[in-house]
């Protein structure tokens, strides 16, 4: 039994080694700043704040990879994270959204702050400055309301766009 166990404990370690070798990507890609969030929208110091402490990892290409990240089998989970974050919603590259989509973000940012889904709670245990407070998600809603009404609300200023 001892000798079955010294066996099973060696291949473990084996195959943990192993999996070291594959290596999933962990970039930042460059950021144009015109085509951010902040530079595409008002985005108020305090909300800033929020975006910069609790989304960024996962929703831009500022990304702090921890330390975790280059263990596998977590950089894999990790990396398919940002991966998924970023394809979801890139805070880096909004100004190349169209306005509808811009506001059907902001829907979304409310909808799952409001409902607790974001940020995710695996990120929050690694993370707990991540979590947000009952205060830091009513202003997140608010903006994100304020904001996606100001890009719904027809032009006010006569222009047809036709000429």
Not at 3 to 23: E, M, P, R, S, T
Not at 24 to 32: C, F, K, L, T
Not at 116 to 131: T, V
Request: positive net charge; proline residues 6%; hydrophobic residues 35%.
């Amino acid at each position: 039994m001892r000798k079955k166990l010294k066996w099973i404990g060696i291949a473990f370690i084996v195959l943990v080694l192993a999996a070291q070798v594959y290596q999933p990507e962990r970039s930042n890609p460059a950021v144009d700043e015109s085509k951010t969030i902040y530079a595409s929208l008002s985005v108020p110091p305090e909300v800033k704040a929020i975006l910069e402490r609790s989304c960024t990892d996962c929703h831009s290409h500022g990304t702090t990879w921890p330390w975790y990240s280059t263990i596998a089998p977590i950089s894999w989970l990790t990396a398919r994270d940002v991966k998924n974050g970023r394809s979801s919603m890139n805070l880096s590259t909004w100004g190349t959204y169209k306005k509808a989509r811009q506001a059907n973000k902001l829907d979304q940012i409310f909808t799952e702050i409001s409902e607790d889904k974001m940020p995710l709670k695996p990120y929050q245990l690694m993370h707990p400055s991540a979590a947000l407070s009952k205060d830091e998600i009513d202003r997140m809603c608010r903006w994100a309301e304020k904001e996606r009404d100001r890009l719904t609300e027809p032009d006010s200023t006569g222009a047809s766009g036709g000429n």
